[in-house]
């Protein structure tokens, strides 16, 4: 049943990836922990997401330029590395508080007022503040999509060019991590019975998504991705909520 349990999970998870291009590991991850050691889930989450993350930037490659994404990879580095540092000395439960609080407030911000982008833009400072952010909460919370997200969405990037770039960009950061579980020893004989079995099934729910991307307008794709962004700040709001009531 575990095993079934999984399976639904990445299935139902890689659908909402394949719509929004993040949010696999904010819907899975917190209902793996019903039934797995989070030691197991946090590897499984990392390789699985960067699987998806794969798929995506196959499926859009013609969308998609790395130098659109080349500021928030190279704003990632420095990110993850203070992450790591500022791990040591500072709870995770204030993380969690400031990212919730951030992310609630900038959605409550979004929905209430009117938005408009004529024309796609760029910004090469703002691209590597959300890389660096990227990185730095990655590290931390394991919450690396977020950040991306809110510049995709100041971009005004269509669907098709923002869920290649979600693609390529989470490939490389996350991917980064995937190696260090390696390095540490994580990928044990249950790890890749899980992979074995989450990995189709993700697949699967995300090229179910495809067809469904064409009725999807460009304001639908922002509330879309707005949602998903909320609700990131409500996982890190339960988490800190569950770490004072446990």
Request: charged fraction near 10%; include cysteine.
């Amino acid at each position: 049943m575990d095993y079934l349990f999984f399976v639904c999970i990445w299935a139902a998870a890689g659908f909402v990836n394949g719509i929004s291009g993040m949010g696999a590991a904010l819907m899975a991850v917190p209902l793996m922990t019903l039934f797995m050691d989070i030691r197991l889930i946090v590897p499984l989450s990392c390789i699985l997401v960067t699987v998806l993350s794969s798929t995506l930037a196959i499926k859009y490659r013609q969308e998609f330029h790395v130098r659109i994404v080349l500021p928030a990879l190279l704003g990632a580095v420095p990110g993850a590395v203070l992450g790591t540092a500022v791990l040591k000395t500072v709870s995770p439960v204030i993380l969690e508080v400031v990212m919730a609080v951030f992310l609630i407030s900038y959605v409550l911000w979004s929905f209430c007022r009117s938005f408009s982008v004529s024309e796609e833009r760029n910004s090469t400072a703002l691209g590597a503040v959300c890389g660096f952010f990227s990185g730095f909460f990655g590290s931390t919370i394991s919450f690396t999509g977020p950040p991306l997200a809110i510049y995709i969405l100041y971009t005004g990037w269509k669907q098709q060019k923002a869920l290649g770039a979600l693609g390529s960009a989470l490939i490389i950061i996350t991917g980064t991590s995937c190696l260090s579980h390696y390095a540490a020893g994580l990928y044990t004989s249950e790890f890749i019975t899980y992979l074995c079995i989450g990995a189709p099934a993700g697949i699967a729910g995300m090229l179910a998504s495809f067809p469904f991307i064409k009725y999807i307008t460009q304001e639908t794709f922002r509330k879309i991705l707005l949602l998903v962004i909320g609700f990131a700040g409500f996982v890190c709001l339960g988490r800190v909520m569950m770490h004072f009531f446990s």
